[in-house]
């Protein structure tokens, strides 16, 4: 039985008259952490929104566990979103007026836990993930590191198929973004998420299993070894 | 790499120690240093012994012939610190091997693609043990130095990796340079 989570055939997406993803091809297996990476503005955080449905390619087909993405409604693919999919950004992107745990729950609640249950699964998060003595703290309260955490806590509290993160730790000092990558990779193995990593920091991309490496808008290497020993 | 001043440092930090204490502890602490060979080390060791800088403290016998146990000097704790004071020379030019490498890949090589698939090996080669690194890292258990030890690596590697990018990036002035 395949064991691919995620498949993109041929995409192609466009921004205007900019072509910025080119005939992407890729595979994703089940349990695996990628890192997409590439200079800026070769269409790696493109690709990470095509796969994730948050952009409809303009050619090609993306797959998710056999489904077409790009034939489902907008309100279909938000509903993955929310609960196959975690998304980690680059600045967290936490609601600055509520507090970590409240940031948590807030897909839960989206998918109609109980507050009291959300908040309870969202504090043995955020406990694991050494932040939850700031639970009652608004994000301004926080450092960066610490913010970054909240986001993955939020990001992964669905316990979703595949994670996406973009830039995880793009804004973090390198002790501050070791650590939530160290968290990350721990996490993610633990519940055999798949994670897709997009970076431009090689030691980031060395926490993953494989590099998709990308270069004006193509793939190219997606770092799997052919049946004749190429790296492709 | 001064072998000499390694070999202070450990015995600094040590105390008193005979000759294969010193070598173990050398290429502990010293992970990703090759490691000291006996008769480097017991050449060094006599070298510091006429310079002054160590003395024998005693000897000791384990079932086996006497083992020399060194203790550090007044002299050779002053040597020691004055070359900690002393800043290392930035590198005024590459003498890498990879450096080699890279250039003669873009010279070399018929065009871009090619040029670019020996490096992607490259950069395949670097990304694993880079991965490898990482592993140690974050498997738990390891200790400040081996941390410091990977991180240095890491940042090397990853120093190369950013280098070769670049270099990459400039392969069109690159080679209409060489075709001049």
């Known amino acids: 039985m395949s064991d691919v989570v995620i498949e993109a055939k041929n995409i192609e997406k466009w921004y205007g008259p900019t072509l910025a993803l080119k005939d992407v091809s890729l595979v994703v297996d089940r349990g695996e952490i990628v890192a997409v990476t590439g200079p800026s503005g070769c269409g790696k955080s493109t690709l990470l929104h095509c796969l994730s449905g948050i952009l409809r390619p303009d050619q090609g ?17 938000s509903r993955l979103r929310r609960t196959a999919f975690g998304v980690l950004f680059q600045f967290g992107q936490i609601v600055p007026e509520l507090t970590a745990v409240e940031n948590v729950t807030l897909p839960l609640q989206l998918g109609g836990s109980r507050y009291r249950d959300a908040a309870v699964r969202a504090q043995r998060l955020l406990d694991r993930l050494g932040v939850g003595d700031l639970a009652g703290k608004r994000p301004g309260e926080m450092s960066g590191g610490q913010q970054q955490r909240v986001a993955l806590a939020r990001a992964l509290v669905t316990e979703p198929e ?21 968290e990350l990779v721990r996490l993610a193995r633990e519940h055999g998420t798949t994670v897709l990593v997009v970076t431009h920091n090689v030691q980031v991309a060395a ?26 | 790499m001064s072998t000499t001043h390694a070999l202070l440092g450990v015995l600094a930090a040590r105390g008193i120690s005979h000759g294969y204490e010193l070598k173990r502890e050398h290429d502990r602490r010293l992970l990703g240093v090759k490691p000291l060979a006996f008769g480097q080390m017991y ?42 004071s002393q800043a290392v020379p930035p590198a005024a030019y590459v003498s890498a091997q990879l450096f080699v490498k890279v250039i003669v890949a873009l010279i070399a090589t018929p065009d871009e693609a090619t040029a670019r698939s020996f490096l992607a090996t490259q950069r395949a080669a670097h990304l694993e043990r880079m991965r490898e690194l ?19 690596l890491l940042n090397h590697l990853d120093a190369d990796l950013r280098w070769m990018a670049t270099t990459l990036d400039r392969i069109s002035q690159l080679r209409s340079e060489v075709a001049a």
């Open chain 1, 162 to 182: 595949v994670l996406f993160a973009d830039e995880p730790t793009g804004a973090l000092d390198s002790l501050a973004g070791e650590q939530v990558m160290v």
């Open chain 1, 61 to 77: 087909s993306v797959h998710f566990q056999q489904r077409d993405l790009t034939v489902q409604s907008e309100a279909a693919r």
């Open chain 2, 134 to 152: 990482t592993k140690t890292k974050t498997a738990g258990g390891a200790s400040v130095t081996e941390l410091a030890v990977a991180d240095y």
């Open chain 1, 207 to 232: 926490y993953a299993d494989r590099e998709i490496a990308m270069r004006d808008g193509r793939v190219e290497s997606a770092g799997r070894v052919t049946v004749t020993g190429e790296v492709r």
């Open chain 2, 43 to 84: 050449t060094t060791l006599a070298r510091m012994l006429r310079d002054g800088y160590i003395a024998e403290a005693e000897h000791q016998r384990v079932g086996g012939p006497d083992r020399v146990a060194y203790r550090l000097t007044p002299g050779g704790h002053t040597e020691l610190v004055n070359w900690l």
